[in-house]
């Protein structure tokens, strides 16, 4: 599976983005979905994941409430909405697909990672 991020650029703090995340060689409803970011000197952190039906999904704590995962099997695409953007989610962020059912926090669990695409939120 080949992972391509789209969506990133520059937003001022309280606003929003949507990235996307279009998959390529197989059918992405073969897999559950991650979102991971990486912020400059941090390790990569779980955002929020799908599982590959869309009916569940689960999001860590510093983005719930503002970031909302979906994902169009027919389209074979993935989307990350987030609002109300603050300064500290700026990083690169990756969508990653592992073969599991349900949705997983675990970065070492994804078998297939995009190349990322960077967000930058200013206050």
């Known amino acids: 599976v080949q992972l391509v991020e789209s969506g990133g650029g520059s937003v001022q703090a309280g606003g929003s983005l949507r990235l996307s995340c279009a998959a390529s060689?197989?059918?992405?409803?073969?897999?559950?979905m991650g979102w991971f970011r990486q912020a400059p000197g941090k390790e990569r952190e779980f955002v929020g994941s799908?599982?590959?039906?869309?009916?569940?999904?689960y999001y860590a704590d510093s983005v719930k409430g503002r970031f909302t995962i979906s994902r169009d099997n027919a389209k074979n695409t993935v989307y990350l909405q987030m609002n109300m953007l603050k300064p500290e989610d700026t990083a690169v962020y990756y969508c990653?697909?592992?073969?599991?059912?349900?949705?997983?926090?675990?970065?070492?669990?994804?078998?297939?990672w995009g190349q990322g695409t960077q967000v930058t939120v200013s206050s």
């Open positions: 990653a697909a592992w073969s599991g059912t349900y949705y997983s926090i675990r970065r070492d669990e994804y078998d297939y």
């Open positions: 060689g197989r059918t992405l409803s073969r897999y559950s």
């Open positions: 799908v599982s590959w039906s869309g009916g569940s999904t």
